[in-house]
C-alpha cells in the first residue's frame, strides 16, 4: 500500500512539473509546434533512460525507487496522449507540415534522448564518463 502512495505522490510532483514547464514555455514560444510538451517528453525520454539504467545497476537503491521515480514522476511529467491530440489538432487545422515534422521530431528525439540517458547512465553506473 506505501508504494502507491509513493507512486501518487511522485505522480503529483511529475503532472505539476509538467504543467509548470507548460506555463513557461507558453508564455515564450509563440511557433506552432507544440513546444512544451516536445520538451517535456524528451527530458522525460531521457530521464527514464538514465534512469533506467543507472537504477538497475545499483544494487543499494531501494526496490520501490523505480517504480515512484519511473511510474510516478517521470511517468506523469511525460505526456503521449497530449502529444497525439496535439498532432490531430495540427492535422484538423490544415497544418499538415507542422504536424508531420512535430512527429518525426518527438520520435527521432525520444529515441535519441533515451539512448543519451541510457549512454550517460552508463558511465555514472560505472563510475566514470558515459563510454
Known amino acids: ?11 503529483m510532483a ?4 509538467r504543467y509548470g514547464l507548460g506555463l513557461a514555455v507558453s508564455e515564450s514560444w509563440g511557433g506552432g ?4 510538451t516536445f520538451l517535456t517528453n524528451m527530458a522525460g525520454s531521457f530521464a527514464l ?16 525507487t523505480s517504480m515512484v521515480v519511473g511510474t510516478g514522476l517521470i511517468g506523469s511529467f511525460t505526456t503521449f496522449s497530449t ?3 496535439e498532432n490531430i489538432q495540427l492535422f484538423q487545422t490544415g497544418q499538415t507540415a507542422t504536424a ?3 512527429i518525426l521530431l518527438s520520435l527521432i528525439g ?3 534522448m533515451s539512448w543519451a540517458g541510457f ?3 552508463s558511465g555514472v553506473a560505472k563510475g566514470g564518463a558515459a563510454s
Open 14 to 17: 511529475g503532472a505539476l512539473l
Open 110 to 112: 525520444g529515441l535519441f
Open 33 to 36: 509546434l507544440p513546444l512544451a
Open 49 to 64: 533512460g538514465y534512469l533506467t539504467f543507472w537504477l538497475g545497476r545499483r544494487p543499494s537503491a531501494h526496490p520501490y
Open 83 to 85: 502529444f497525439s491530440v
Open 100 to 102: 508531420l515534422l512535430y
Open 1 to 11: 500500500m506505501l508504494l502507491y502512495i509513493w507512486v501518487g505522490i511522485a505522480g
Open 119 to 121: 549512454r550517460l547512465g
